[in-house]
C-alpha cells in the first residue's frame, strides 16, 4: 500500500472515530464513573470490536452479513436493545457522583465489556466500513496489506478514545465534569436512546 493511499485510509478512520454517537458516550461515561483508567480500557477494548468488524470487511465476510436480511436484522434488533439498555442506565443514574458507589461508578471489567457491545452493538459500522474500506481493498490484495487496513482502524480508533479519556480525566476536567454528571447522564441517556430509536425506524 503507498503512502497516499494509506493516509486518505487513516483520514477515513480518523473521521469515522470522531464523529459523535454512542461510542464517545460510553467513553465519556466510564471515564466519569471511574476516572483514567476505565476510561481508557472502553476505550481501547471498542477499538477491539471495531478490528474485528474491519477484519470481517476487508477478508470478505461484510458482505454476506449484510446480504443475510434476518441475521442483519437480529444484529440490528440486538444492538438497538443494547444502546437503549445503556441510556436507561446513564438516565437512572441520576445525580450520583463518579466517586459515590450508587452512582455512575465504573469498573475497568464494566467498561471493556460496554467497549465492546457497543462497537459490536452498532451493525451500521459495517455498512461503514464496507463502504468505505472496499475502495481500499483490492481483488489481488495480500494479507499484509490488509492486516495494515485493519491495524489502522483499530488504532486510529484505540487513540482517539484513549486521547479523549485521558484529556476528560486531567485533574482540572474531571472535578468540573463530576460536578455536571447528572446533566451529563442525562444527554447521554437521550442520545443513546435517540440512536437505539433511529436503528430500529430506520
Known amino acids: 500500500m503507498s503512502l497516499s493511499l494509506w493516509l486518505s485510509l487513516a483520514a477515513v478512520c480518523a473521521m469515522g472515530a470522531m464523529s ?3 461510542s464517545l458516550a460510553m467513553v465519556l461515561r466510564h471515564t466519569l464513573g471511574g476516572g483514567r483508567v476505565p476510561g481508557v480500557v ?3 477494548c471498542h477499538a477491539a470490536g471495531v478490528g474485528f468488524y474491519a477484519a470481517l470487511t476487508v477478508w470478505g465476510l461484510g458482505a454476506v452479513i449484510v446480504h443475510q436480511p434476518l ?19 446513564a ?28 462497537a459490536l452493538a452498532n451493525p451500521k ?11 481500499f481493498v483490492s481483488a489481488d490484495m495480500g494479507a499484509g496489506a490488509k492486516t495494515v487496513i485493519v ?15 485521558l ?5 482540572a476536567v474531571l472535578p468540573w465534569l463530576q460536578a455536571r454528571a447528572h446533566w451529563i ?9 435517540g440512536l437505539a430509536l433511529r436503528i430500529v425506524i430506520g
Open 20 to 22: 459523535p454517537g454512542p
Open 42 to 44: 472502553a476505550g481501547v
Open 71 to 89: 441475521l442483519f436484522k437480529a444484529i440490528t434488533w440486538g444492538g438497538a436493545a443494547y444502546l437503549a439498555w445503556l441510556g436507561v442506565k
Open 91 to 118: 438516565l437512572r443514574a441520576g445525580r450520583g457522583g463518579a466517586l459515590e458507589t450508587g452512582g455512575m461508578a465504573s469498573r475497568p471489567g464494566m467498561a471493556a465489556r460496554d467497549g465492546v457491545l457497543v
Open 125 to 135: 459500522l459495517i455498512l461503514f466500513f464496507v463502504a468505505l474500506l472496499s475502495q
Open 151 to 165: 491495524a489502522t482502524a483499530s488504532l486510529i480508533d484505540a487513540g482517539w478514545y484513549v486521547l479523549v479519556a
Open 167 to 171: 484529556a476528560l480525566s486531567h485533574s
Open 185 to 193: 447522564n442525562r444527554a447521554t441517556g437521550v442520545l443513546l436512546l
